[in-house]
């Protein structure tokens, strides 16, 4: 007869002691999850047996085992569940050392466990005897028959990745258990999530911290912890959930009355996404994603280009998607599903045909930042078991290695290679003059979209925009001619509204004054109203010139960022060395960020 046993806690940490309560004494067998590597070998007395962790087991997930092994092949959900005797844990590093946190959804597996059996699961969805209310206190509740969190942890330990691990249960209200780490990995499917839970994960990411979700169908459902975590409350429906805080009720993150999108927090979400159940699984082996930006850090080493396919197998059983738009055949988000404005959509997989085998929709994969942090996901739920697939386990390896490291302040493409000689920002329009004279524009942000023309600017070698009115100019797009003239773009064109320096090579608006530098090595002023132009000493030997903040940055012909505060009149202040050289021959500033691009060489992006 099998064992039936369950742990106290679904964590512990290194140097403590974990308890487990049998309905019978039995041989017992510990074993590391990632490896199979035995680390403990005894016999577990009943009802209640206490194993002492040592403080020189790694974190990891563990597996306890009591009595004989039992069958328990791979399947579809509902069939072979987890054995009775078989008991997952996770320990935690006492002292936090490692840059990367996997956390495990044991959550997502409580709520499988015994799926279909009235009373007892969440499951299924629309049945009538579904529990609200399931306990941790109870035999199962190991992975689902798919092991969807398995690649990847097998992966991560074979690679030799310094990680450390947690239960998600751990991660509510668990902002100090996050903080001492870079990087957390959300992994396989994790669905159910406490409040606690995502607001400490938003929190992490806004000061700072980075998130992959290598998962799918992520933060889907609201659930509620009680009993000191032993009980996990899901009712999946307003008008029986008898919770007064509507913040908590637990529905759909995205319904009624709770009304926050799990987008905020990954991007993207189960509601534009897709998936292929029971009997039709094995649809999701025949798809593959669409690279959408092959420039993109993500993708670099993979030898991708856009539109090649890659992947196959590792999109299902579920997946996540942001709504988007085609502009000049790049995918941007919509963000009216409450994806944030900076996610960038890298790659994507049309899946509506999948209505007829569970849900039709969308995957895609992407990124974007909040506050100081950055979030990848992959909008799937079987991305560790593609793992396999030499671009699959670059793009893991790029995504850790990036985000698990200090930020060394690199610059990110955001568009292809085009020759300008001039840029600004309008609002959120990036305005480029190209090498033959024609206007170019396009949103300012991280997506690779193309450059639309809006008309020209033939001979102009500078553009600026001031932050606001004054003097009698109005904020506008301006330019300025190498043949000495001060231009402003109105449509249809641009109109003379005064002279400028001969031989300019930049422009500069700060303060409410223009700034040009000349190819002589001049830097030149005038506020806005005033009658001509002053000398303000060198321009640092500029090709390019921005103002920022009250500040002047220009670019030399060695492509060194410089910087100071505007001069006085017929004063001349020094210049100061930025800490980053610029990759090309013209840039922008704005809202804290340097844009830059030249001949032949991409867009590009990076904070000040």
Request: proline share 7%.
């Amino acid at each position: 007869m099998t064992v039936r046993a369950y742990a106290t806690s679904t964590s512990c940490v290194q140097g403590a002691s974990l308890g487990f309560v049998l309905d019978r004494p039995a041989p017992v067998v510990v074993t590391d999850a990632t490896d199979d590597r035995v680390v403990f070998e005894g016999f577990a007395s009943a009802p209640l047996w206490e194993l002492d962790i040592p403080a020189g087991w790694r974190s990891s997930l563990y597996r306890a085992r009591f009595g004989p092994g039992e069958p328990w092949p791979f399947g579809l959900p509902g069939s072979a569940p987890c054995p009775d005797n078989e008991v997952y844990f996770v320990v935690r590093q006492a002292v936090p050392s490692s840059p990367v946190l996997v956390s495990v959804p044991f959550t997502t597996w409580q709520a499988y466990n015994r799926a279909g059996e009235p009373g007892q699961s969440v499951y299924w969805t629309e049945s009538p005897t579904r529990a609200a209310r399931v306990t941790f206190d109870r035999p199962g509740g190991g992975p689902p028959p798919e092991r969807w969190e398995e690649g990847l942890m097998r992966w991560l330990r074979r690679g030799g990745y310094d990680v450390a691990y947690c239960s998600n249960l751990d991660v509510h209200d668990g902002l100090g258990l996050l903080s001492p780490h870079r990087l957390l990995i959300v992994n396989g499917h994790d669905e159910y999530w406490s409040l606690g839970m995502r607001d400490a994960v938003e929190e992490f990411v806004r000061r700072g911290g980075n998130v992959a979700f290598f998962s799918g169908n992520t933060c889907w459902w609201q659930i509620r912890l009680e009993d000191g975590g032993r009980t996990m409350v899901c009712h999946r429906d307003a008008v029986t959930d008898p919770i007064a805080d509507p913040r908590q009720t637990t529905v759909e993150w995205s319904a009624a009355p709770v009304n926050r999108p799990e987008n905020a927090l990954t991007g993207v979400s189960f509601r534009a996404g897709a998936g292929a159940w029971g009997p039709h699984m094995s649809r999701m082996l025949e798809e593959s994603y669409t690279t959408r930006f092959a420039a993109h850090w993500v993708f670099e080493g993979t030898g991708l280009t856009d539109g090649d396919k890659f992947g196959q197998g590792c999109l299902g059983y579920e997946t996540d998607a942001a709504e988007f738009e085609e502009v000049g055949g790049v995918p941007r988000a919509t963000c009216r599903d409450g994806t944030p404005p900076s996610f960038v959509i890298l790659a994507t997989a049309d899946l509506r045909h999948w209505s007829a085998y569970g849900q039709g929709g969308m995957a895609t994969m992407g990124v974007f930042t909040s506050g100081l942090g950055t979030v990848f996901t992959a909008a799937t739920v079987n991305w560790g078991n593609g793992l396999h697939d030499p671009v699959v386990d670059r793009i893991t390896r790029n995504v850790i290695d990036r985000l698990s490291a200090a930020d060394d302040g690199r610059w990110d493409v955001i568009g292809p290679p085009a020759d300008l000689r001039a840029l600004a920002v309008l609002g959120r329009t990036l305005y480029a003059v190209s090498a033959d004279g024609t206007l170019l524009a396009r949103e300012l942000c991280g997506q690779n979209l193309p450059w639309r023309p809006v008309g020209l600017a033939r001979g102009v070698r500078g553009l600026a925009v001031p932050r606001e009115a004054a003097g009698g100019l109005a904020v506008g797009l301006y330019g300025v001619t190498h043949d000495g003239r001060l231009l402003r773009h109105d449509e249809p064109g641009w109109r003379e509204i005064g002279p400028a320096p001969g031989s300019a090579v930049g422009l500069a608006v700060t303060d409410c004054t223009f700034w040009v530098a000349t190819s002589s090595g001049e830097l030149w002023r005038q506020p806005f109203g005033s009658g001509g132009w002053e000398p303000a000493g060198s321009s640092g030997g500029a090709v390019a010139l921005v103002g920022m903040n009250g500040r002047l940055f220009a670019l030399d012909a060695e492509g060194r960022l410089l910087t100071r505060i505007p001069p006085p009149v017929r004063g001349d202040s020094e210049w100061e060395s930025h800490a980053e050289a610029v990759p090309g021959s013209t840039f922008t500033a704005h809202a804290g960020l340097i844009v830059a691009a030249g001949h032949g060489t991409p867009l590009r992006w990076r904070h000040v």
